[in-house]
């Protein structure tokens, strides 16, 4: 059995479980990220302003679905399977496969600015984490090895 | 303890993100509307744009990828998700 460590962060207005981890696509070095947990989301979606801290030429991925998030337009490209990272409670790596998007907002604006990453219910199921809620301390995903 | 070198970085650009947050009321003063970006707890760049920002991090040898590279709105957006 493992825990990845959550932590709460504001994201949209209000405070919401969060994760940090790396996204490994191809030979691209490493690109740090950090999502909301959110099991109300089918998807794992990169923010484009999180992917614009690389090279990774996200422009020219397919378009898989046209999405809302709120009252905002967002067109999810596939960029494929990535190798996601994440740190234990241990300090050890777990790695992890995973399908991932980019979530593109097709309007401008500060709230386009500020859309998050996300580590969907798709992810949660493809690995069988749980999010464990605790009174007294961090939340974290638990697994087993 | 944390010995691995990459669960190491991730734990520092957590604490980062955390640290952009709490200062937010105050970076609006001087970053309003602009990207800054910010690494060990400094504020290492800013700009317009995200890639104006990655330009200035890359020319001071720092990754962009690996960095807290985030907007400084007027307002928080609200949103249930």
Do not use: W
Not at chain 1, 39 to 64: A, V
Not at chain 1, 90 to 112: N, R
Not at chain 1, 119 to 138: C, T, V
Not at chain 2, 49 to 76: G, M, Q, R, Y
């Amino acid at each position: 059995m493992f825990k990845i460590p959550l932590f709460s962060g504001k994201s949209l207005g209000f405070e919401r479980d969060m994760v940090t981890f790396s996204v490994k696509y191809g030979n691209f070095p490493n690109l740090f990220c950090k999502g909301i947990v959110d099991t109300g989301c089918p998807f794992t979606i990169i923010s484009e302003s999180s992917i614009k801290r690389t090279r990774i030429p996200y422009n020219s991925k397919p378009s898989k679905y046209n999405v809302q998030l709120g009252n905002i337009n967002m067109e999810l490209r596939e960029l494929g399977i990535c190798e996601l990272n994440f740190r234990d409670e241990k300090g050890d790596i777990k790695k992890f496969e995973q399908e991932v998007y980019v979530g593109i907002p097709l309007v401008k604006g500060y709230l386009a600015q500020e859309l998050p990453s996300f580590i969907g219910k798709d992810f949660l199921n493809n690995h069988s984490l749980s999010i464990i809620n605790k009174k007294e301390e961090d939340n974290y995903l638990m697994g087993e090895d | 303890m944390i010995t691995n070198t990459l669960a190491m970085e991730l734990k520092s650009f957590e604490t980062d993100f955390i640290f952009f947050q709490d200062k937010k009321e105050y970076l609006r003063k001087d970053f309003l509307n602009k990207f800054v970006a910010i690494k060990e707890g400094e504020i290492v760049a800013s700009g317009n744009s995200i890639e104006e920002v990655n330009k200035i991090l890359e020319h001071k040898n720092i990754d962009p990828a690996k960095t807290v590279i985030e907007f400084v709105p007027e307002e928080e957006g609200i949103m249930v998700l």
